[in-house]
């Protein structure tokens, strides 16, 4: 080796989690030993979670995927296309020949001309983005925009906080959290709502629970009992899909008792008086409404309290999936907007919102333009493209007939998974690029193998705006994704002209101004371990909505739904739900500590499969002896592979809860179409199903 990989140490960011922890790696002989984080770092304060401390194997596992593969069967029906790369194409095994990089994107290159000039641009789409870097997540819209004349540009924001995004978008003008963690620790009491925060955001848990044990000042409102309980001074476990029932009696409760800011709303909002009516009027909005749903009537004097305290005291309201993931997720998240706007807990130290995002890279994604609705900067596209569910859709009605998947494991963490094996079969071409033969690189007829985030440089913003600009832990001859969609590009007849990642980031701090104008590569070297937040001009901004919001009038505004009874609390109410039988159970999923999604990278990692090998689905002690150790679960839409059951008491009696990170286990084939009626994140929190006893 050469004195450039001998013994070094190198400060990056974490590759999991949207929380975007600062790391440094040690790294000896171009291999990554250890990686830590450093006493002094801004979001890590020091400590990694199992994932961020071990979990780099996968760096270096033996399956990455290092040359590019060419399916042999699409090379047959593609023969004019074969003649021309014969020569170039080289043995791999059954399945797929390989080539060099050269090659593999000239074939690309050729079977998207053909279908560009047959079906037209918008018959292409293109899926993924949260995994890399904003470089290539900028690269990718662009090339779906520009190069391939498509519309359909899309994210896993689909499958997670695309409602918040447009929740809070729609009452504050912007979907971003709204202060930095350590505004933790100037906060006078704290509501965490649908999120499995020391499990999913283990570092940002960290500083919730310093403050809980010191404090005594935490709620938790969750469908289960999760792990951060044991801290929090309200534990309010509530129906499935009750979120917006418990959000809009914690306004009514603030309203009644006149506990809002008089001269915040009078200031700061518009269109109080009509939802304070609305909310007042509402038959469900009332507290009291939880005494007739048996099991959860002690949620009839708890919620009040929540929102007395919450009302009272400087406050921040923490959220995920548990929230977004549902039918009316979108109005859930305004509803948690309008409790921050009629109490002022917004626009200050201390007080605020923070959806905790999910993937790496989730909020730059969306930032650069990621989405079918919004070009870079949030600003309104050309033409406004299909969302994911949509282009199942069309995949299935021939109107799709190419994929571009970057990242993104399609076929195994969407719903409704039977249903997007057949949208894929009905394509004519699917071209991943990828670390690992996942899901859906099983199935494309072109595999790229890219660098990972500890092998390239690149900015990813974190779940709190903060922008943190990587730099590779070791040294990899694999093209980064951005490399790969440039050859592409020049060989359909484009101009890309980028040569390193900065050319591509000085061109996004140009047609993202709003955000980045001030973010240049020189800037946020220099605060690497701190990042930056954006909006970035001469300063970054760590708190949003100071003097006004980011809407046209600069006025928050107030969005009024209703919660509609149905599912479980229907059930209640009918006094069906608690009856004999294996049907009617209600199903909800997450994450477990040791793994990442769809495991791809954890798995990887021996110390983090182990501890976690196989999806486990929980249920409640009550239910023991029902349905025995091994089950399947089952709705119309298919069923999961065997599960093993864990009892416990922290499920509540006929509900169940289990992750989804093996593909094995096909959880995702027993979920339909149901999604947020404004966005179309799917409804993975709230599932009715059948248990099949093995």
Request: proline share 3%.
């Amino acid at each position: 080796m050469t004195k450039k990989y001998e013994f070094r140490e190198v400060e990056s960011v974490c590759t999991y989690c949207g929380v975007g922890c600062d790391i440094t790696g040690v790294v000896e002989n171009n291999t990554i030993k250890k990686i830590y984080a450093q006493k002094d770092g801004e979001v890590s304060q020091g400590k990694l979670c199992i994932k961020g401390r071990y979990g780099y194997d996968f760096v270096d596992a033996e399956d990455r995927v290092r040359e590019p593969r060419i399916r042999k069967s699409f090379l047959d029906k593609n023969p004019t296309i074969k003649a021309q790369v014969e020569d170039k194409l080289q043995p791999f095994d059954e399945t797929f020949v390989t080539c060099d990089l050269d090659t593999a994107t000239t074939i690309a290159a050729l079977k998207l001309t053909e279908i560009k000039e047959t079906f037209g641009g918008d018959s292409f789409c293109a899926i993924g983005g949260a995994r890399t870097n904003c470089e290539s997540a900028y690269t990718l819209q662009k090339f779906c925009r520009e190069t391939m004349d498509s519309p359909h540009i899309d994210n896993c924001a689909r499958v997670c906080h695309s409602p918040s995004l447009k929740g809070m978008r729609t009452t504050i003008g912007e979907g971003a959290a709204t202060n930095p963690y350590n505004d933790i620790y100037d906060t006078e009491f704290m509501v965490v709502i649908g999120s499995n925060t020391m499990e999913a955001h283990p570092i940002v848990a960290n500083r919730i629970v310093d403050m809980a044990k010191t404090h005594n000042n935490l709620a938790i409102i969750d469908v289960r009992e999760t792990k951060m309980v044991k801290y929090a001074k309200y534990n309010g476990v509530i129906p499935y899909e009750a979120n917006l029932l418990v959000l809009n009696m914690m306004a009514y409760v603030i309203i009644n008792e006149e506990l809002y800011d008089k001269s915040f709303i009078a200031n700061r909002t518009k269109g109080f008086e009509a939802y304070k009516e609305q909310i007042l009027g509402d038959p469900y909005a009332n507290p009291d409404f939880f005494k007739q749903i048996e099991g959860y009537e002690y949620l009839a004097k708890m919620i009040p309290n929540i929102a007395r305290e919450y009302a009272v005291k400087k406050s921040m309201i923490f959220w995920g999936l548990g929230i977004t993931e549902h039918l009316d997720g979108s109005y859930a998240v305004m509803a948690i907007t309008h409790l921050a706007l009629m109490t002022g807990n917004i626009g200050k130290r201390g007080a605020g919102l923070m959806p905790l995002r999910g993937q790496n890279n989730v909020q730059g994604a969306c930032d650069m333009g990621c989405l079918p609705y919004y070009a870079p900067d949030y600003q309104e596209p050309k033409v406004e493209g299909l969302m994911t569910p949509q282009l199942i859709d069309a995949m299935i009605d021939g109107k799709i007939k190419a994929l571009l998947n970057m990242g993104e494991d399609i076929s195994h963490i969407h719903p409704n998974i039977n249903k997007i094996d057949k949208a894929l079969n009905n394509l004519e071409f699917i071209m991943v690029q990828e670390l690992f033969m996942t899901d859906i690189a099983q199935r494309a007829d072109i595999i790229i193998g890219v660098r990972s985030a500890y092998e390239k440089t690149g900015v990813y913003v974190n779940a709190m705006r903060r922008l943190h600009l990587s730099q590779p832990l070791v040294h990899s001859d694999l093209p980064d994704d951005w490399e790969v969609l440039k050859m592409m590009d020049n060989k359909l007849g484009g101009t890309f002209a980028y040569k390193t990642s900065e050319d591509v980031w000085n061109e996004v701090t140009q047609v993202a101004s709003n955000r980045f104008s001030g973010a240049k590569y020189y800037r946020l070297e220099r605060h690497r371990k701190r990042g930056m937040q954006w909006p970035i001009y001469h300063e970054d901004t760590p708190i949003l909505h100071l003097l006004d919001f980011r809407t046209e009038d600069g006025l928050g505004k107030y969005v009024y739904h209703q919660y509609e009874p149905r599912g479980m609390v229907q059930e209640i109410l009918d006094k069906s739900f608690y009856q004999e039988g294996l049907e009617g159970f209600y199903l909800t999923t997450g994450r477990t500590l040791a793994h990442y999604n769809n495991a791809a990278q954890t798995k990887r990692s021996k110390k983090l499969l182990t501890k976690y090998d196989e999806d486990v689905l929980l249920a409640s002690t009550e239910d023991e002896g029902k349905f025995g150790d091994r089950v399947i679960l089952k709705t119309e839409h298919g069923e999961t592979a065997i599960l093993n059951v864990k009892y416990t008491d922290k499920v509540k009696p006929r509900t169940l809860f289990t992750t989804f990170h093996h593909a094995q286990s096909k959880i995702n084939a027993i979920f339909g179409d149901e999604c947020d009626e404004l966005i179309m994140t799917a409804r993975f929190k709230s599932l009715r199903v059948t248990v099949v006893p093995q």
